[in-house]
């Protein structure tokens, strides 16, 4: 057999094993047959087995039938009948494209027995009259959100596809969609920055710097639990940083500033180490735990944020927030 032939039989056995997935005894007669059919010697035992396999796809899986003809002898080769064409018209999607997410999205509709690949070709013109000015982006996130309702992970990479189409899709019209070229095309001029872009990079630097200051109130944390005569040693330029940061401001409960419980907490008075440890900790997880509680606030904000640029292609009433939360990430959340 040669190489491309190789390869075709390997991609044929794969696409047998994903129409099969919901399955599987099915695959196991599949493979059994086939392991026989390579083994045999006879013209009839080899008539016998073609047969069996025949069988095997002759329910509702035309498309497999004919796909076998690639590696039948001519006089056993399948007839494709008339009446089946609209069964198998869908049959060349199989075929994998240079596109992975198109790849994605057609194995999940051969994980779901969706013979007709409706969601993909569904997928397929929406982002094809996208880009012919048809319909809105907006649109057709609304489209993508109830298509890809069972599948979020698909959804989620539709939604970054949106958000590199949301000010372009009118850079070229009348594309053909037929050979999803436009899904891998990289722009040759610099975009503006969408209103999903702008948001989203305001939200990592949010995410960033809140991650950063869990991270660094626990590290000091850590440290500050071990041996007291080890102060000296262990604790870093951060940690003193995040000791002194904790303790800014005009806080009647203060009783020392930032610097003199660092000094402290490194000098050669054990008893003084020791309370000046405990008064810092318990600081600590009391920053801990305002820092856990604003997040919790802060996440429904930023999902009411991403629902009205969904659904309204505007963010007039978080405006406000998104400038202070930009202002506030700069300034540090150990503040």
């Known amino acids: 057999m040669k190489t491309s032939q190789q390869k075709q039989a390997i991609e044929f056995v794969y696409t047998v094993k994903q129409r099969f997935v919901a399955q599987p005894s099915k695959f196991d007669e599949f493979a059994r047959i086939l ?11 080899l008539d016998f087995l073609v047969s069996k396999l025949k069988n095997l796809f002759t329910d ?7 796909a076998l003809n690639n ?5 056993m080769k399948v007839v494709e009948k008339k009446e089946s064409c609209d069964d198998n018209k869908y049959s060349w999607l199989l075929s994998d494209s240079d596109n992975e997410f198109f790849n994605k999205i057609r194995d999940r509709c051969i ?3 969706d013979k007709s690949f409706s969601v993909l070709i569904k997928f397929c013109e929406l982002i094809a009259s ?7 982006v907006r649109e057709v996130d609304a489209e993508f959100s109830d298509l890809f309702k069972d599948d979020p992970d698909l959804y989620i990479q539709c939604t970054e596809l949106l958000a590199d189409m949301w000010e372009t899709s009118n850079e070229e019209s009348g594309l053909d969609y037929s050979g999803f070229g436009f899904l ?3 722009r040759k001029v610099v975009r503006r920055r969408s209103l999903f872009d702008k948001t989203m990079a305001v939200k990592e630097f949010y995410l960033y710097e809140m991650e950063l200051g869990f991270s660094r109130i626990e590290n000091t944390i850590v440290k500050l639990d071990q041996d007291p005569e080890r102060f000296g ?8 940083r995040c000791i002194v940061e904790l303790y800014k401001g005009s806080d009647s409960d203060y009783t020392f500033k930032g610097e003199d419980l660092v000094e402290i907490l490194q000098s050669c008075d054990p008893v003084r180490r020791i309370q000046a440890r405990d008064v810092v900790l318990e600081r600590l997880r009391k920053k801990m735990m305002l820092l856990e509680e604003q997040k919790l606030r802060l ?5 009411e944020i991403f629902e009205d640029i969904r659904e309204k292609g505007a963010v007039y009433c978080h405006r406000e927030f998104l400038d202070q939360m930009t202002e506030v990430s700069k300034n540090n959340y150990s503040d």
């Open 35 to 45: 392991s026989e059919l390579i083994s045999s010697t006879g013209v009839k035992d």
């Open 60 to 66: 509702d899986h035309q498309d497999l039938l004919l």
């Open 71 to 75: 590696f039948l002898p001519r006089n």
């Open 111 to 113: 994980e779901k027995n």
């Open 130 to 136: 996208c880009h012919d000015k048809r319909i809105t």
């Open 184 to 186: 891998n095309k990289r």
């Open 233 to 240: 040693e262990c604790l870093t330029v951060h940690d003193k």
């Open 299 to 303: 996440d429904h904000v930023w999902r």
